[in-house]
């Protein structure tokens, strides 16, 4: 094909956010302890461009490019522009927790912008050598963010444990990516999936090659019985790299799953829904318990984690439109939530603490009832309670397993998420009714102060109109 | 057996056999050196399937610099083995039983009815003046481009990470700086004073 | 002259080949004992000193010539002494891998228009990847000769080569981007046309990069840290005596030999005659092209002496500063100017 700026046009967010990148990188080379706060401006400004430019080449028509290694179509518009607006609101977190903590480095915010692009480049693969190295980009710059803090153990010790197993994900997906290719001799997901749907394929070796990619899939997303990373990893790593752990890479992980098993496999749909049922039911079972037991918040996020993956995976399992759909609002909401949810616990900590306990979060009403309030809406949304998003992204799921006929598959979900909603009613109490252990003053700087209001205003108001978003993803499965 | 076949076999053979050495070694050094004797065995086999680029890139990249700075950390490091051994034997059982499955289940899959001559028969011999290596090049600046500019990028972040995990500035080191030193010019260190002869008086 | 055409195609392969291999090897190695008279006898004449001029053929004096080969049967007769808690066989492997890349190299280097012994069309692939080969002997000799100054002086040879390897590899993309070419041979050909063709002006950085990279990987003057006597004796082959220690001297020099042959080859044209293009070109027809090769070698196998003779030792830390923070850089901005000259066809090189 040929290369110039009208052929490469659908591919402009990923170029423009690269370029931004590199030149970020070398810009912050020069930069001083006074100016220092010009990365994170540029980042801010490269994330804001992105959004835009991926807004402009957003239509209803879907364009491959790259010999079919790129795909632009409306799923990965939502995608890219969900993961980009949760990724705005982790930097504006991260600043002042950097600061505060003595790791603020100009590192952060590139590495940050990369594992973004990964992102970006998983949720319009096209093909097997695309979405590996997109996830290969992302989980890389992870890598590396959560040690990021170098003198503490546990951030050394999470990035160890995170590396080696992530490492081993990857190799169990080349492998289930190498059965495939062996099956049907193709690399991009149009000719595998006709390949599949012809029947000449080997059976055999189709679901051999499956297993294995749903066993990485599964890895990437933290769902149970591959999740032993998840808590460890969110408890030792610095609050500004769970905040971008945590959030914008779940979203990229359902357009991993999506590119995979179902651009890729729609045709072992059958095979995969089972698999994805057992995950499912795994994940929110032992999430919401294990939740339960947790004194440290950032561990009860990390197992409440567990258990909102296993919802997504419900969505996916439906294994029609609908329930891509939901999955796709799920998983975008969720994102919102959670970075919503690390972004106070940024803004608790300070110089020489690092709020990370329940009890840090004690009497927060009295201390700062705007950012109490809005820690209220991000735990009712994660707990599923009306009028917040939380319940119709739960809602919608739901509806989607039951329309194909799963109803006790949406009963053990609901079982579970009353469970859940134990313990994030008891991180509002807490909250609420409990006496403040420090009576040092809040300092919040006017840009977290303003994200925050805007994320759990946006939790509120989605959550009284959530057409606005759900047409859209229902649009971009339609 | 024709030639070809004895020498696949003898590749084939050293390969394995070094690769078992690699994880049974007591000594570290000598499981990177049966590494290396790997890498050489399976570039040997590459050539054997007419991929000479990539049997010689093998030996580049992994032999001659990867595996040296492997060598160099392996060196340097003081493993305690008797430490890294105290688990083996109680989880070896386990071990054993879940790898035994999976190779079972691998040959099932992965055997000679799937991936033998019969379903995936050899390629057509090339002419002697077929260069892979520029074929190697027109595919990857062309069909997988995409994929090859990502690749760098991962490249680049690979050398980010590392850079920003382990280079420090310890403020109270003292250390040269050679560039400032290179930069020197003799008037910098050495200033000529011409000085009128004392008087006698 | 037919019948031993006639009786040459009358071998077995398998012997022609090793025929051809003596061929090349006897050579080398006679050029590797003599570049050692040479050295001591061009330094010493630098330093207004005679150098070895005693032992002779029957009697004869001849100015010393005789001297490497007295050395050489001293050498053989010397025990060799294994260290104890050294590991023997890697302690005595460690020369053999040593020479051996050294000397495999030449496999596939071009004495003249189509005098190869193995004509592969990814030669300078295979060159570079042999070359890096070299340093699994240094390494593998400081480590198993269980010493600590024999390990010190293998680390920092290691670091040393490997930090100058990637500014050497660069230096081969920039001729492989101007020859278009991995085959050796059709690099040189690539540079006919005459002195200002060859390849040393239009890649002039990289010209230098290469041949000064090459003086630090065999670990010479200026930048022979490798073996410091004031701090590490005599660096990782302190242990090594008798023979395995004359082995490592000739990998050390047939490297040199390598090094100043791959330069005239890939930057100043090989066996192409420098009066190319010029009047003089039919009056120097009658020279073979292998002579010509040979005088741009024996230049650069001079320099390395000339250097030795010259230069003060680089301190360690300037020695990594210049391979990571100078050579690299500049290669790398070279090897774009190059593309850009070959894309755009420059005038003289490219058009």
């Given at each position: 094909m040929e290369y110039n700026l009208t052929t490469l046009q659908?591919?402009?967010?990923?170029?423009?956010?690269?370029?931004?990148?590199?030149?970020?990188?070398?810009?912050?080379?020069?930069?001083?302890?006074?100016?220092?706060?010009?990365?994170?401006?540029?980042?801010?400004?490269?994330?804001?461009?992105?959004?835009?430019?991926?807004?402009?080449?957003?239509?209803?028509?879907?364009?491959?490019?790259?010999?079919?290694?790129?795909?632009?179509?409306?799923?990965?518009?939502?995608?890219?522009?969900?993961?980009?607006?949760?990724?705005?609101?982790?930097?504006?977190?991260?600043?002042?927790?950097?600061?505060?903590?003595?790791?603020?480095?100009?590192?952060y915010f590139t590495l940050v912008l990369f594992a973004t692009?990964?992102?970006?480049?998983?949720?319009?693969?096209?093909?097997?050598?695309?979405?590996?190295?997109?996830?290969?980009?992302?989980?890389?710059?992870?890598?590396?963010?959560?040690?990021?803090?170098?003198?503490?153990?546990?951030?050394?010790?999470?990035?160890?444990?995170?590396?080696?197993?992530?490492?081993?994900?990857?190799?169990?997906?080349?492998?289930?990516?190498?059965?495939?290719?062996?099956?049907?001799?193709?690399?991009?997901?149009?000719?595998?999936?006709?390949?599949?749907?012809?029947?000449?394929?080997?059976?055999?070796?189709?679901?051999?090659?499956?297993?294995f990619i749903v066993i990485g899939v599964a890895f990437k997303f933290g769902a149970v019985p591959f999740h032993m990373w998840v808590p460890d990893v969110y408890h030792g790593a610095p609050t500004a790299v769970v905040l971008m752990l945590s959030s914008a890479p779940k979203i990229a992980a359902f357009a991993l799953a999506i590119r995979l098993l179902v651009d890729g496999m729609s045709g072992l749909a059958a095979q995969?829904?089972?698999?994805?049922?057992?995950?499912?039911?795994?994940?929110?079972?032992?999430?919401?318990?294990?939740?339960?037991?947790?004194?440290?918040?950032?561990?009860?996020?990390?197992?409440?984690?567990?258990?909102?993956?296993?919802?997504?995976?419900?969505?996916?399992?439906?294994?029609?439109?609908?329930?891509y759909a939901a999955a796709l609002f799920y998983s975008v909401v969720y994102a919102l939530t959670a970075v919503g949810g690390f972004g106070v616990l940024a803004m608790l900590s300070r110089h020489g603490f690092d709020a990370e306990n329940i009890d840090d979060l004690k009497g927060l009403n009295d201390r700062s009832p705007w950012l109490a309030g809005m820690m209220m809406l991000i735990l009712f949304s994660m707990a599923g309670v009306p009028p917040t998003v939380g319940f119709f992204a739960k809602l919608f799921v739901l509806e989607a397993v039951i329309s194909v006929d799963m109803v006790w598959l949406a009963g053990v979900a609901v079982f579970f998420s009353i469970i859940g909603a134990y313990y994030y009613l008891r991180a509002v109490k807490v909250m609420y009714f409990d006496k403040p252990e420090s009576d040092q003053p809040l300092i919040v700087s006017f840009d977290s102060q303003a994200a925050i209001s805007v994320n759990g205003m946006a939790i509120l108001l989605l959550g009284i109109f959530p057409a606005a978003l759900f047409g859209v993803c229902q649009a971009a499965f339609g | 057996m024709s030639f070809e076949k004895f020498l696949f076999y003898v590749f084939a053979g050293i390969l394995v056999w070094s690769a078992m050495m690699v994880i049974t070694r007591k000594n570290p050094v000598h499981s990177v050196l049966f590494l290396v004797l790997a890498f050489f065995n399976s570039a040997g086999l590459w050539m054997l399937a007419e991929a000479e680029f990539l049997?010689?890139?093998?030996?580049?990249?992994?032999?001659?610099?990867?595996?040296?700075?492997?060598?160099?950390?392996?060196?340097?490091?003081?493993?305690?083995?008797?430490?890294?051994?105290?688990?083996?034997?109680?989880?070896?059982?386990?071990?054993?039983?879940?790898?035994?499955?999976?190779?079972?289940?691998?040959?099932?899959?992965?055997?000679?009815?799937?991936?033998?001559?019969?379903?995936?028969?050899?390629?057509?011999?090339?002419?002697?003046?077929?260069?892979?290596?520029?074929?190697?090049?027109?595919?990857?600046?062309?069909?997988?481009?995409?994929?090859?500019?990502?690749?760098?990028?991962?490249?680049?972040?690979?050398?980010?990470?590392?850079?920003?995990?382990?280079?420090?500035?310890?403020?109270?080191?003292?250390?040269?700086?050679?560039?400032?030193?290179?930069?020197?010019?003799?008037?910098?260190?050495?200033?000529?004073?011409?000085?009128?002869?004392?008087?006698?008086? | 002259m037919?019948?031993?055409?006639?009786?040459?195609?009358?071998?077995?392969?398998?012997?022609?080949?090793?025929?051809?291999?003596?061929?090349?090897?006897?050579?080398?190695?006679?050029?590797?004992?003599?570049?050692?008279?040479?050295?001591?006898?061009?330094?010493?004449?630098?330093?207004?000193?005679?150098?070895?001029?005693?032992?002779?053929f029957f009697g004869f004096r001849l100015m010393g010539l005789g001297q490497p080969i007295a050395d050489a049967v001293k050498l053989m007769f010397k025990e060799i002494i294994i260290p104890s808690g050294a590991n023997k066989f890697l302690f005595l492997s460690a020369p053999v891998l040593a020479i051996a890349t050294a000397l495999a190299a030449w496999a596939v280097f071009p004495f003249d228009a189509g005098l190869v012994l193995a004509d592969?069309?990814?030669?300078l692939l295979y060159i570079l990847a042999l070359t890096s080969l070299g340093v699994y002997g240094v390494i593998i000799a400081g480590w198993a000769s269980n010493s600590k100054y024999a390990?010190?002086?293998?680390?920092?040879?290691?670091?040393?080569?490997?930090a100058y390897e990637i500014a050497m590899g660069f230096a081969l993309v920039g001729v492989l981007i101007a020859s278009g070419s991995l085959d050796l041979g059709a690099i040189v050909e690539a540079q006919s046309g005459g002195l200002i063709h060859w390849f040393w002006l239009p890649l002039l950085p990289l010209f230098l990069i290469y041949f000064i990279s090459g003086v630090a990987e065999t670990n010479r003057a200026p930048f022979d840290v490798a073996e410091g006597e004031s701090e590490i004796v005599a660096g990782f082959h302190v242990e090594y005596s008798g023979m395995t220690f004359a082995v490592f001297f000739m990998a050390e020099y047939a490297n040199m030999i390598l090094i100043a042959a791959l330069t005239a080859l890939m930057f100043l044209g090989g066996w192409l005659s420098p009066f190319q293009g010029t009047a003089l070109e039919s009056w120097f027809a009658w020279v073979p092209g292998i002579i010509w090769l040979l005088a741009k070698t024996f230049f650069f196998m001079f320099c390395f002496l000339w250097f030795r003779a010259t230069f003060p030792r680089y301190r360690y830390d300037q020695i990594m500063r210049l391979g990571w923070k100078v050579f690299i850089p500049i290669t790398i901005v070279w090897i774009v100017v190059v593309a850009l000259m070959k894309v755009y066809e420059a005038p003289i090189w490219f058009s």
């Open positions: 659908p591919a402009l967010p990923e170029i423009f956010l690269l370029s931004a990148a590199c030149l970020i990188l070398v810009i912050d080379l020069f930069l001083d302890k006074r100016t220092r706060l010009l990365t994170y401006g540029l980042s801010l400004a490269a994330i804001l461009g992105t959004i835009a430019v991926a807004i402009g080449v957003s239509n209803s028509e879907t364009q491959i490019l790259f010999d079919g290694a790129y795909i632009r179509d409306p799923v990965a518009d939502v995608v890219k522009i969900g993961l980009l607006v949760v990724t705005l609101f982790a930097l504006i977190y991260a600043k002042d927790y950097l600061i505060q903590q003595d790791i603020y480095r100009g590192e692009l990964g992102m970006l480049v998983m949720a319009s693969a096209n093909s097997f050598l695309t979405v590996y190295l997109g996830l290969e980009l992302l989980a890389l710059s992870m890598y590396s963010l959560v040690p990021f803090k170098r003198d503490s153990e546990a951030g050394s010790e999470a990035g160890m444990k995170y590396f080696v197993l992530g490492a081993l994900a990857s190799g169990m997906l080349l492998y289930g990516i190498s059965m495939l290719y062996g099956a049907t001799g193709a690399l991009s997901f149009t000719d595998v999936s006709a390949a599949i749907n012809s029947g000449q394929a080997d059976e055999a070796l189709l679901v051999f090659g499956l297993v995969w829904q089972d698999m994805l049922m057992i995950l499912a039911v795994l994940s929110m079972g032992l999430g919401n318990l294990v939740a339960i037991a947790q004194t440290n918040i950032k561990r009860m996020f990390a197992y409440s984690t567990i258990s909102h993956v296993g919802f997504i995976f419900l969505g996916l399992l439906a294994a029609n439109d609908k329930g | 049997a010689i890139a093998l030996v580049l990249v992994y032999v001659g610099a990867v595996m040296v700075l492997f060598l160099f950390v392996v060196m340097m490091l003081d493993i305690n083995l008797a430490e890294l051994r105290a688990g083996f034997v109680k989880s070896a059982p386990v071990a054993i039983l879940v790898a035994l499955l999976m190779g079972v289940q691998m040959v099932l899959v992965v055997g000679a009815d799937r991936f033998g001559l019969s379903s995936m028969p050899a390629p057509e011999p090339k002419s002697a003046d077929y260069s892979n290596t520029e074929e190697l090049g027109l595919a990857l600046f062309t069909q997988h481009l995409y994929a090859f500019e990502i690749a760098a990028v991962i490249l680049l972040v690979g050398i980010i990470a590392a850079i920003s995990l382990t280079m420090r500035r310890r403020p109270d080191n003292k250390y040269q700086d050679p560039g400032k030193q290179v930069v020197v010019k003799a008037k910098d260190r050495l200033r000529i004073v011409k000085m009128e002869a004392e008087s006698t008086q | 037919e019948i031993l055409i006639a009786l040459w195609d009358a071998l077995p392969l398998v012997v022609q080949i090793v025929l051809q291999i003596v061929a090349i090897m006897g050579p080398v190695l006679i050029l590797v004992a003599y570049y050692t008279y040479a050295e001591r006898k061009i330094i010493g004449h630098m330093q207004v000193r005679m150098g070895p001029n005693r032992v002779g592969i069309n990814a030669g390990l010190l002086g293998a680390m920092r040879s290691a670091a040393q080569i490997v």
